[in-house]
């Protein structure tokens, strides 16, 4: 069957154990994990788990009614149905010779991204966007030799009304 | 009013409306004991194996139709309920597991007899708890039955530190549990009854599937009524029988991979399934692109996760099997009751031919005894109306098939994990449940080897149980597979080097019996169901007898191999 990406926002109470109630439902049953990230919402008893899988339209049905299922998940939401805005934050470190440093300060600025650290050969890069954004930003880098990545699962919200 | 979290566990336990508990004590739950000593109102019975507990609150819950209860020490005491919680959450038994715990202090350092089971059950329960705070303490057990008893049930664990158990606070009887992220979906949708209504009055050639969720919600009045009106005939999985009277004549018998001919040829030619409180296992569906291949499939459960999930379902209804059942026989009585069964009569008579050519069968010669004809005269001498555990094996599948249930929580039995060693503290569990009900374990030669402890459990607590040993010295269900598609290789199966079960009996002060001859059978099974006490009839069976038909893994469930 057709495999598709789902972007899930997952309210869950803010208790010990719930992330490996999660994580240990995903590994038992044979789900996969793309990415996830965590952290507490406005109210903080309650957490947004925000997380990608890659599977096919009725696994995810499963995904969505097992995860339901978990005593501490108060929703789940598929924003692949709605109106949404994604993020992921990445720092990227770069090689930057002085012959390069203008290219990847032209690269950084179409891209909208910081400088948040220079060194005697290096950069360090803060870029936030979707994984497309994230995706070309990189393959724009790598010709400059990354040294390395730090970055973070998606994060996203519905848009307003969720449509 | 101040007291200790042991005081406040039996206040809490007592006020669930439980009046049995099954444990075994440890140095992290000697305040437990301790306690417990002085509340003759409530029963402990000391097992001589944890997973005995288990198996026992288990059968307990079931017989009893209420939420079972075990308390075990720390560490092994804990990791020996492993096998009976997922036991008991494979069958959706309500159960709540009390563990004791090393000090808080001492938690993560890997103190003496301390184990993570909260980590180690998070899969197999249905909620667990480590209790970090005497305050939550007997907020946390109500929280514990709650969910233990409601929606689709289950067992859940209390994990309880020694310093927990120890602690003395002001107690305070906690409100009724009102969880945001838990709301089971009781209600279904009218709409989708309405929509089951319909096909069944389009439907010629219908059959009711009804599994374990029927018994669990209490509908098999509702269920029989609806067969009954409509003449509908009707299926079961193993954990279903009973849910439908076994000596009807709209009964199939079981369905799936030992399920009867007429059973197993009725759902693979039927246009219509009304599926109740299944989950589709595999053990039923065989191959499920060969699944009912003709039928549309109404499946009501309370589980969401059990619809859709193995096969594909033309009207599911999301709800309690009972308020839906009753929902769909309010809207028959609305019906002129000759348009539910238009066109029944042919549809009646193929399922009848196929009864009559295709019985289940066997021979009872002269000389070795058959172990159905055991089970056979078992269930005509009981009149059917023992309760029936079973261990796991050709056994549990002789018993399911040979036994008839007319009333549901009879029969009990390992059904969707197939434990071995159930059988025997399953009875004990039902009969200190149902003091007044005959209990009949019916066990294989190498299954009640695994929790035959249990026999000194039955003894002391003068739980009189009838075990009924089909003695093959052979693991049969495997020795038969290994028959059928390993060129006969009986490796590892050979079960000759066994204990003397009469004397065996005798050891531990129960009675034991042995036959090897068929004139008496009935004789032998007579003398040990009216023996006080505990016996065990230990029946010299033949040794490669098969259970049949078989639908062999893989299969379409109306492939069967035949006698």
Known sequence: METNRYLLSILVDDEPGVLSRIAGLFSGRGFNIDSLSVATTADPHVSRITMVTNCDAQVIEQIKKQLHKLINVITVTDLTEKKYVERQLALIKVHAKPEKRAEILRIVDIFRCKIVDVGHSHYIIEMSGNSEKHAAFVSLLKPMGIVEIAATGSIALARENGK | ?563
């Open chain 2, 1 to 563: 009013m101040k007291l200790t979290g042991a005081q406040i566990l039996i206040k809490m336990i007592k006020f669930e409306g439980v009046d049995t508990i099954f444990g075994y004590p440890g140095g992290a739950t000697i305040d437990i004991h301790d306690e417990l000593a002085r509340h003759p109102d409530l029963r402990h019975i000391l097992v001589r194996h944890e997973q005995g507990a288990v198996h026992a609150a288990d059968a307990y819950s079931r017989a009893h139709d209420s939420v079972g209860v075990a308390l075990v020490t720390s560490g092994p005491g804990a990791t020996n309920t492993v096998t009976g919680i997922a036991s008991a959450h494979t069958d959706s038994i309500p159960m709540v597991v009390f563990t004791g715990q090393v000090p808080t202090a001492l938690i993560g350092n890997d103190a003496f007899q301390e184990v993570d089971i909260v980590g180690i059950t998070r899969p197999c329960t249905k909620h667990n708890y480590l209790v970090k705070d005497p305050n939550k303490l007997a907020a946390t057990i109500r929280e514990a039955f709650h969910i233990a008893r409601s929606g689709r049930p289950g067992p859940v664990l209390v994990d309880l530190p020694k310093d927990i158990i120890q602690a003395e606070i002001e107690f305070e009887m906690p409100e009724e549990t009102a969880l945001r992220s838990y709301k089971p979906n009781y209600n279904p949708n009218k709409k989708q009854l309405a929509k089951a209504v319909a096909m069944l009055k389009e439907a010629k050639r219908p059959v009711i599937f009804a599994g374990g969720g029927v018994i669990l919600s209490r509908a098999s009045d509702a269920l029989t009524r609806i067969a009954k009106m409509a003449d509908i005939p009707v299926t079961g999985s193993l954990m279903g029988l009973g849910a439908f009277p076994g000596s009807h004549p709209l009964w199939l018998g079981m369905l799936g991979m030992h399920g009867t001919f007429r059973a197993n040829m009725s759902i693979g030619n039927s246009d219509l399934i009304i599926a109740a409180g299944v989950r589709f296992d595999d053990r039923v569906t065989g191959n499920v692109k060969k699944f009912a291949p003709h039928a549309q499939i109404v499946q009501i459960d309370i589980d969401p996760t059990s619809i859709h999930k193995n096969i594909p379902v033309h009207c599911p209804i999301v709800g309690d099997c009972k308020a839906a059942l009753e929902g769909i026989l309010d809207l028959m009585e609305k019906e002129d009751p000759e348009t539910l069964k238009i066109d029944r009569a042919p549809w009646l008579d193929q399922i009848d031919q196929w009864k009559q050519t295709t019985p289940l069968k066997y021979e009872q010669g002269p000389k070795i005894i058959k172990p159905q004809y055991v089970v056979e005269k078992l269930y005509e001498i009981t009149k059917g109306e023992a309760i029936i555990t079973t261990e796991v094996g050709q056994n549990q599948m002789w018993a399911a098939q040979f036994y008839h249930f007319d009333k549901p929580n009879h029969f009990i039995t390992s059904g969707g994990l197939g434990v071995m060693g159930f059988g025997l503290p399953a009875a004990i569990g039902a009969k200190a449940a149902c003091p007044d009900k005959l209990v009949v374990d019916v066990a294989g030669d190498g299954s009640i080897q695994m929790n035959i402890q249990e026999l000194m459990t039955a003894i002391e607590s003068r739980l009189d149980v009838k075990i009924v040993i089909l003695n093959n010295r052979y693991l049969g269900m495997v020795r038969q597979w290994q028959e059928f598609f390993y060129d006969k290789a009986y490796a590892s199966t050979n079960m000759e080097n066994a204990p003397d079960f009469v004397l065996l009996a005798q050891a531990y002060g129960a009675k034991g019996f042995r036959c090897d001859d068929p004139a008496k059978v009935e004789e032998t099974l007579k003398l040990g169901l009216e023996t006080p006490g505990t016996v065990i009839m230990d029946f010299r069976v033949e040794r490669e007898e098969s259970v049949y038909p078989m639908v062999p893994a893989g299969g379409a469930i109306t492939e069967m191999l035949l006698v």
